[in-house]
């Protein structure tokens, strides 16, 4: 489920339709969470829908680290890749922000993360990186688990309203892992590869 705060808009021409900030969404937010009513299909159950459907799930869902598609019900599916995304994937199914979204900032994720199943060129963002790799995840996780950590050290400092659909086991871990306790997860744990 997509953080409250956001909605649906047409951004451009180019990209189409994005998810954007209807208000001010702090550092540290829970910006999505994989809930009950988000579709999962196995690579096998994949293979035997048609083409078409194929096609768009490819589109408009994501690979967790099992390999399976997981097909948000929500808004979530909107969500535009940037290699300067303000929201980062974490290793307990959630997404967080990693600076302050502004009110009608469009909400991104790096889709080097996502297992991709096909490598593409993306939009140029004056960045080194101009292609999104199915492996990105094994190249520049360290980067992003700097940036979760960062994040992370404001989970408890700003409004929450998706903490209720995060499960009391994994709570239970981020506290510990705020408290000291234990370290964070890495986001490689969300890598996959058919191999």
Same mark, same amino acid.
């Given at each position: 489920m997509?953080?409250?705060?956001?909605?649906v808009?047409?951004?451009?021409?180019?990209?189409g339709?994005?998810?954007v900030a209807?208000?001010l969404?702090?550092?540290g937010?829970?910006t999505?969470?994989q809930d009950d009513?988000d579709r999962?299909?196995?690579s096998?159950?994949?293979e035997?829908?048609?083409?078409?459907?194929?096609?768009? *799930?490819?589109?408009?869902s994501?690979r967790?680290s $099992?390999?399976?598609?997981v097909l948000c019900w929500? @808004?979530s599916k909107y %969500?535009?890749?940037s290699f300067?995304?303000?929201?980062l994937?974490?290793?307990?199914?959630?997404?967080?922000?990693?600076?302050?979204?502004?009110?009608?900032?469009?909400l991104?994720?790096?889709?080097?993360?996502l297992n991709v199943?096909e490598?593409?060129?993306a939009?140029?963002?004056?960045t080194?990186?101009?292609?999104?790799?199915?492996d990105?995840?094994l190249n520049?996780h360290e980067?992003?688990?700097?940036? *979760?950590q960062e994040a992370f050290a404001y989970?408890? $400092?700003v409004s929450q309203?998706?903490?209720v659909? @995060?499960?009391?086991? %994994?709570q239970?871990e981020i506290?510990?892992?705020?408290?000291?306790?234990?370290?964070?997860?890495s986001?490689?744990?969300?890598?996959?590869?058919e191999m």
């Amino acid at each position: 489920m997509m953080h409250p705060d956001t909605e649906v808009c047409f951004i451009s021409d180019e990209i189409g339709y994005g998810v954007v900030a209807k208000k001010l969404i702090p550092k540290g937010t829970i910006t999505w969470v994989q809930d009950d009513l988000d579709r999962i299909y196995t690579s096998k159950e994949f293979e035997a829908i048609s083409p078409f459907a194929r096609e768009m *799930l490819d589109k408009y869902s994501f690979r967790n680290s $099992k390999g399976n598609f997981v097909l948000c019900w929500d @808004i979530s599916k909107y %969500v535009n890749h940037s290699f300067r995304s303000n929201c980062l994937s974490t290793a307990y199914d959630f997404e967080i922000a990693i600076r302050d979204i502004q009110k009608d900032e469009e909400l991104t994720d790096d889709y080097g993360y996502l297992n991709v199943t096909e490598a593409f060129k993306a939009k140029e963002e004056g960045t080194s990186r101009t292609i999104v790799y199915p492996d990105d995840l094994l190249n520049f996780h360290e980067e992003w688990d700097r940036q *979760l950590q960062e994040a992370f050290a404001y989970l408890n $400092k700003v409004s929450q309203p998706l903490k209720v659909l @995060i499960s009391a086991e %994994v709570q239970q871990e981020i506290k510990q892992v705020l408290d000291g306790e234990r370290k964070m997860k890495s986001i490689l744990n969300c890598y996959y590869s058919e191999m």
